[in-house]
T-cell receptor
Framework: AQTVTQSQPEMSVQEAETVTLSCTYD???????LFWYKQPPSRQMILVIR??????QNATENRFSVNFQKAAKSFSLKISDSQLGDTAMYFC?????????????FGKGTKLTVNP | DAMVIQNPRYQVTQFGKPVTLSCSQT?????MYWYQQKSSQAPKLLFH???????NEADTPDNFQSRRPNTSFCFLDIRSPGLGDAAMYLC??????????????FGPGTRLLVL
């Protein structure tokens, strides 16, 4: 079965500093997407960034960037210049095919707290 | 703006009293999902529709049913809610392509309380 592992249940960072959230996954597929989702305390899940596996260039969205290591099956999220609004649960997610249908497999999440 | 809408945002029901949660989308996506999320946990997929094809997760209790009358709407029916069904229910949509799933877009969720 495809799995997604987030090894850091909780992290904290000071405002304006940089933090990296880790994610590893297991798959036998060669072409796929990877996603980081953010869920603030208000609880709406929103997409932070996505990476296409066939692209060697790491995805970047403003202060958010990924370090995608395909061979190592690693997909970490770096948040630069952390802001108080970055406080949230962060989920790494990987699409997979199970039972003949495609769906997302989520990691257990990392709770990030940005301190003033 | 194109979006995923869930109603109601908060739902209180009594133990055993059927309840229906609704989801609508203006993204014209062909896949719609229902997730259950309990506090401090990842979302757990209950089922999803790929167009009109219903895909149930193996561990989803029979107590949970779904309907998708058209592309835009999808409903989650809980036939006899138990205390353990109190949770946030998230609806999501995506566009499935030959190369795989695209991004899932989530609604704001419905928080269900069972008394």
């Amino acid at each position: 079965a495809q799995t997604v592992t987030q090894s850091q249940p909780e992290m904290s960072v000071q405002e304006a500093e940089t933090v990296t959230l880790s994610c590893t996954y297991d798959t036998s597929e060669s072409n796929y997407y990877l996603f980081w989702y953010k869920q603030p305390p208000s609880r709406q899940m929103i997409l932070v960034i996505r990476q296409e596996a066939y692209k060697q260039q790491n995805a970047t969205e403003n202060r958010f960037s990924v370090n995608f290591q395909k061979a190592a099956k690693s997909f970490s999220l770096k948040i630069s210049d952390s802001q108080l609004g970055d406080t949230a649960m962060y989920f790494c997610a990987f699409p997979t095919i199970q039972g003949g249908s495609e769906k997302l497999v989520f990691g257990k999440g990392t709770k990030l707290t940005v301190n003033p | 703006d194109a979006m995923v809408i869930q109603n109601p945002r908060y739902q209180v029901t009594q133990f055993g009293k059927p309840v229906t949660l609704s989801c609508s989308q203006t993204l014209n996506h062909n896949v719609m999902y229902w997730y259950q999320q309990k506090s401090s946990q990842a979302p757990k997929l209950l089922f999803h529709y790929y167009d009109k094809d219903f895909n149930n997760e193996a561990d989803t209790p029979d107590n949970f049913q779904s309907r998708r009358p058209n592309t835009s709407f999808c409903f989650l029916d809980i036939r006899s809610p138990g205390l353990g069904d109190a949770a946030m229910y998230l609806c999501a949509t995506s566009r499935a392509l030959a190369g795989g799933l695209e991004t899932q877009y989530f609604g704001p969720g419905t928080r269900l309380l069972v008394l």
